[in-house]
């Protein structure tokens, strides 16, 4: 199970950082993306990192204001998010698919087969 938290009301400019734990396995040979859904709009893949994280990628959107990085000891994956702006705003999910210790990224939801639940991230003024 994949449990996401962290999202909320922020204004322009504004940071956030979203959290991703596993509970009952291990994120360690798992890829982890982070995935958002904006009201209207078909869900996007915002961010990716692979096991050990060795290699990440993002949204060309994101790119330069959001980070994801991995903890290892606590079983739990993060996404900083820096210099919101309203276009940010939508249900964040982070997701999983087992990659065992081949180094892979993908933005695309397809792979993904354990989902959070979601949290809110609302950026405004």
């Known amino acids: 199970q994949l449990v996401d938290s962290g999202g909320g009301l922020v204004q322009p400019g504004g940071s956030l950082r979203l959290s991703c734990a596993a509970s009952?396995?291990?994120?360690?040979?798992?890829?982890i993306g982070w995935f958002r859904q904006a009201p209207g709009k078909e869900r996007e893949g915002v961010s990716c990192?692979?096991?050990?994280?060795?290699?990440?990628d993002y949204a060309v959107a994101v790119k330069g204001r959001f980070t994801i990085s991995r903890d290892s000891a606590k079983n739990t994956v993060y996404l900083q998010m820096n210099s919101l702006k309203p276009e940010d705003t939508g249900v964040y999910y982070c997701?999983?698919?087992?990659?065992?210790?081949?180094?892979?990224?993908?933005?695309?939801?397809?792979?993904?087969?354990?989902w959070g639940q979601g949290t809110q991230v609302t950026v405004s003024s």
């Open positions: 990192i692979s096991v050990a994280g060795g290699r990440t």
């Open positions: 009952g396995f291990t994120l360690n040979y798992y890829t």
């Open positions: 997701a999983a698919f087992h990659s065992g210790t081949v180094v892979q990224i993908t933005l695309d939801a397809a792979p993904y087969d354990y």
